[in-house]
T-cell receptor, first 114, second 114 residues
């Protein structure tokens, strides 16, 4: 069984500041890891995914995440926050194979202050 | 290419009624998954279909059911609605059969049960 823990249900940063959203996972097999973003009244959009290639994964909109097996973490970062980054972010894990069940974290609401 | 389309966007139903939600996946995608999103429980996996067969099912009561048609379109049905079924129901489609394939989400159907 797999699980995801996102530390901090709400993160607030100033425009131009570093964004760091934390995600720790638990999986009995090598996982596939994803970050999704959800804007108000919309579905989820894929930001990036880790599939056992490079441990540093670059995604859209300047976001990146680093897979650290020893820490079972997959934190999401962006060097400089923009007002348009304000949204809810979800980390998710899949056990791989033909298992299509994504297990999501509870989400982190990112607020960007001018 | 059109994205995942969910209809209707909003629904208001009364306790005890039943409801059917519809999802049209991205053209060529044969896997469709359904998720329930609530403020308290977050995103929870309902079920996943591939080529008209249910491959995975989440931990929901039998009142929740779904099906997939030969054109990959999917419907989910909830019978004997309860107040707790009020949620955003998200449909997602995917191209490949492996767990590293990202899901493409629709904008959801917001169900309110009164």
């Amino acid at each position: 069984a797999q699980s995801v823990t996102q530390l901090g249900s709400h993160v607030s940063v100033s425009e131009g500041a570093l964004v760091l959203l934390r995600c720790n996972y638990s999986s009995s097999v090598p996982p596939y890891l994803f970050w999704y973003v959800q804007y108000p009244n919309q579905g989820l959009q894929l930001l990036l995914k880790y599939t056992s290639a490079a441990t540093l994964v670059k995604g859209i909109n300047g976001f990146e995440a680093e897979f650290k097996k020893s820490e079972t973490s997959f934190h999401l970062t962006k060097p400089s926050a923009h007002m348009s980054d304000a949204a809810e972010y979800f980390c998710a894990v899949s056990a791989g194979g033909s298992n299509y069940k994504l297990t999501f974290g509870k989400g982190t609401l990112l607020t960007v202050n001018p | 290419k059109a994205g995942v389309t969910q209809t209707p966007r909003y629904l208001i139903k009364t306790r005890g009624q039943q409801v059917t939600l519809s999802c049209s996946p991205i053209s060529g995608h044969r896997s469709v998954s359904w998720y329930q999103q609530t403020p308290g429980q977050g995103l929870q996996f309902l079920f996943e279909y591939f080529s008209e067969t249910q491959r995975n099912k989440g931990n929901f009561p039998g009142r929740f059911s779904g099906r997939q048609f030969s054109n990959s379109r999917s419907e989910m049905n909830v019978s004997t609605l309860e107040l707790g079924d009020s949620a955003l129901y998200l449909c997602a489609s995917s191209w490949l059969l492996t767990g590293d394939s990202p899901l493409h989400f629709g904008n959801g159907t917001r169900l309110t049960v009164t």
